[in-house]
């Protein structure tokens, strides 16, 4: 298949956001990435097919400007499918939690 080498060693960052279950759509994932709200090592991009890599960091908003939170989110690994929220965690570490006191 031609797009077997993508997912060795980068993956689209649409994919990949399409996997972590950040959107229930691929397209949706492109679109959000496309309204310029993403950022990848601190560099903001508006193209749906960056190559994302492992240890990439995100830094993105969801939601609307009045309830909206920004999340950062470290790249551990690559999806391979789209599968259950639990799984999905395993891609990414949340950088933008607080730490407990």
Request: glycine share 8%; net charge positive.
């Amino acid at each position: 298949m031609a797009g077997d080498g993508e997912d060795r060693d980068w993956q689209r960052l649409d994919k990949w956001l399409w996997c972590a279950r950040v959107a229930k759509s691929r397209a949706a994932c492109a679109r959000i990435v496309e309204a310029g709200t993403v950022r990848v090592n601190r560099q903001p991009t508006d193209k749906p097919h960056y190559r994302l890599r492992p240890g990439d960091v995100l830094t993105f908003a969801l939601g609307s400007p009045e309830r909206g939170v920004v999340r950062i989110w470290k790249v551990l690994a690559l999806g391979d499918r789209r599968g259950p929220a639990s799984e999905a965690r395993t891609l990414f570490e949340d950088l933008s939690a607080a730490p407990e006191a």
